[in-house]
């Protein structure tokens, strides 16, 4: 949910239309019951829905709804799509946008920040995804839980990150790349990061392997094979 950070909240200037907009714009999507349930359930869900789908989630009108989902839209907090491939017209999709409720005043430059350590990560060559996921494996190690039984429970601590993981077999699914913002510049050195976090839980908990990433999921996101130790998976 928006967070304030500092010691105390500054008062909006006109002198900074940037921050005085963005404030707006937030009030506006927020403001409404039902626009917030719509906008709260497509942050937590992640992939793309319909209209009918979000009008039952909320146990609102088709029409209601279309017109929360394009208001949110036009303010720039959803992406809208088409589903191809079904008889008839083309079903409307509409998804949130990464980091969409992510809001401090004033601005602090997190994703400015990620872009430029990713890229100076990366100018390290051949050793870079390296170290990148050895930062991860520490991460990953300090926040995890001792004694599991699962890979579902080791990976419960990094909940808080917010990447929805989801373990299909062998594989670990992050419905949510929470570095999405500097993948473009470093995508190797992101996904060694990432895939370092997921090994050190699973390490720290007791469950021996290996992570590697495996790339882009169809949708959004990204996939993880995890290779136990001694199974040959």
Do not use: W
């Not at 006109?14 to 921050?19: I, L, R, V």
């Not at 626009?35 to 992640?46: C, N, Y």
């Not at 809208?80 to 017209?89: H, I, M, P, V």
């Not at 500097?182 to 895939?195: G, M, S």
């Amino acid at each position: 949910m928006p967070s304030t950070h500092g010691n105390s909240p500054r008062p909006v200037s006109p002198s900074e239309p940037s921050a005085s907009g963005d404030v707006e714009r937030l009030v506006t999507a927020l403001q409404d019951p039902t626009r917030r349930r719509i906008l709260l359930s497509l942050v937590r869900d992640g992939g793309p829905q319909t209209i009918d789908d979000l009008a039952q989630l909320v146990g609102v009108h088709r029409t209601v709804a279309f017109t929360h989902l394009e208001r949110l839209a036009d303010l720039g907090y959803l992406e809208k799509s088409q589903r191809r491939g079904r008889l008839g017209k083309p079903a409307s999709l509409y998804s949130s946008k990464p980091g969409v409720l992510s809001f401090t005043y004033p601005a602090r430059q997190f994703v400015a920040l990620a872009s430029i350590l990713a890229t100076g990560v990366n100018s390290l060559g051949d050793a870079a995804p390296g170290v990148a996921k050895a930062a991860g494996l520490r991460f990953g190690e300090d926040a995890a839980r001792q004694g599991t039984r699962s890979v579902v429970e080791a990976l419960t601590p990094l909940d808080g990150l917010g990447a929805d993981y989801r373990v299909e077999g062998e594989r670990i699914l992050a419905g949510n790349c929470i570095f999405l913002e500097a993948c473009d510049q470093a995508r190797e050195v992101i996904c060694a990061a990432q895939a370092g976090i997921l090994e050190g839980a699973l390490h720290a908990a007791g469950i021996a392997g290996t992570v590697l990433p495996e790339g882009p999921l169809p949708t959004r996101g990204c996939a993880y094979r995890l290779t136990r130790r001694g199974t040959g998976i």
